[in-house]
């Protein structure tokens, strides 16, 4: 039977479940790991989950190779009757492959993402910065979100895949959809139809600019996923409109959220924020911290084919361990006064990134993203103030804002 402890844990998980609630997560998380900081839920997923806001713990099932991702999330989404191509994309994404596959497929796509072949791209994403940012100087006002957060990435790993500029718009679109039905919390009809044509048109369109790169290849990312044509190393149709997608979707989404919560975070820290102006090269170091303090990717799910134990829980084969990567990320026991942005932090160990196999491939482009974004207004915007309160969007698996309404001076 519940005790008092369980039932208190459970209303507290509640509330960080609760979208009216996602500008006060933080406290929540601080209960929930004082509560039970291994607690036993069947609400979020509708079967047994074990939810982790501990560093440790967190970061041990992140690294442990015996987990695996939660494939049985995908099967969520195998809707049948009103279509399958969502689910088709989704289950042949690099999250939710495991070895031999996922480690072939990552292969292929690591080189363009090192941190050395991120600083060869750094002038096209300076440049791309300074046009946004010129579109909005005169205004004197800003909503950060859309005129500069979302257009950034997707710019960005539109030009790597060799997408043309041309076509942006729809892929906002689309990327937009596909991201709504993913998220469990809030799926609708319409969502399910919206995802389901985002889902077609992704498709449609990596396998034709397949085909064409295949013709003549170029020097982008599409390009470097046909030309492998040897047997081990050939990637299905499937597979490459799934990696494609998840490039666009990872690469874009996640960054543009940090660009705008790194914002908030400044204004919510005048401190840091005079402190950074005083020393703009101290951005290249700070977007960790900004990932640490508040990051989009707050759920990483893992499962086990075996029984283990995490931290004296018997966890048994197939429950779900749930990490809450931003609770992970404010645990005071890894982190001195964690709700603290603290630039001059060594932060580097943060989960706001994943850890072990399924780290994220775009870590480096992100840092330079974020730097170059942040650095840059900085810059150019002396002073600048909240117009309006900012709004979160309801989702928690990817944490972002709606809308930062901004004053420029
Ligand atoms: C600040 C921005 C970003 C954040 C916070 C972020 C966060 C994450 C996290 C937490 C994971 C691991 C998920 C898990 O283990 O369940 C991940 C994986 C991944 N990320 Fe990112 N990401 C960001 C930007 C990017 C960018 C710019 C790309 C570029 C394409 C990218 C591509 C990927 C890919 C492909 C994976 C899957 C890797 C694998 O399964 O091996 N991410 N990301």
Redesign the pocket.
Known sequence: MANGNENEAAETFAAILDPARRGSLYPHYHRLRALAPIHEDETLLGRRAWILTRFEEADAV?RDLRLH?DTSAIELFDTGSSGRTFFEVMRKL??YLDPPD?DRI?GLVTKA?TPRAVEARRPRIQAEVDRLLDRVEDAGKTELVADFGYPL?IAV?CEMMGIPSSDRETFLTWAHDFARRGDVSAVTSEVIERGEVASAGFRDYFLDLARTRRRKLGDDLISALVQVEDESGRLSDEEVVSTCV??LQ??HE??AD?ISMAMRGLLLHPDQLARLRAAPERVASAADEF?RWD???QI??RVGSEEIEVARQRIPAGDVLVVM?GAANRDPARFAEPDRLDLDRATASHL???MG???????S??RA??ATAVGTFLTRFPRFDFAEEPVFRPSLFLRGLARLPLHLG
């Open positions: 992140l991702s690099l999250l996922h990552r993402f990435p790993i998840i490039l990872a690469g996640t960054t940090l990932i990051t989009s990717v990483s799910q990567n706001g990134f994943g196999r399924h780290f994220c491939l775009g870590a482009l992100a993203e974020i």
